[in-house]
């Protein structure tokens, strides 16, 4: 079963997880960001996870390419890389 929260009046609103983690150790309100994002501020104290048993939805991550064949080796590492990435990450909630 999945559950949504709305937010009718957002404190900030940005597509940029640094901003999102900056506003929340100011103390501006929770943020949602992978758990790996934020282990170095969980650990020293400066925020806390919130639903510790919650589980996102995963986040879909598309590579356009002109073409399949004739991949330069330095984008199919970084797209192998990014794929081993993406199945160990969780994402988590965390509150300032």
Not at 35 to 51: I, S
Not at 52 to 71: G, I, K, M, S, T
């Amino acid at each position: 079963m999945s559950e949504h929260l709305a937010v009718a009046n957002a404190r900030l609103v940005s597509s940029n997880a640094d901003i999102r983690l900056q506003a929340a150790l100011a103390g501006h309100g929770v943020l949602r960001v992978t758990a790996t994002y934020t282990e170095a501020a969980v650990a020293a104290g400066l925020l806390r996870r919130l639903l510790p048993d919650h589980v996102c939805e995963p986040l879909n991550v598309h590579a356009l390419l002109p073409a399949r064949q004739f991949v330069p080796a330095k984008v199919r590492c970084f797209l192998d890389a990014l794929e081993a990435h993406t199945r160990s990450g969780a994402v988590a909630e965390v509150e300032a």
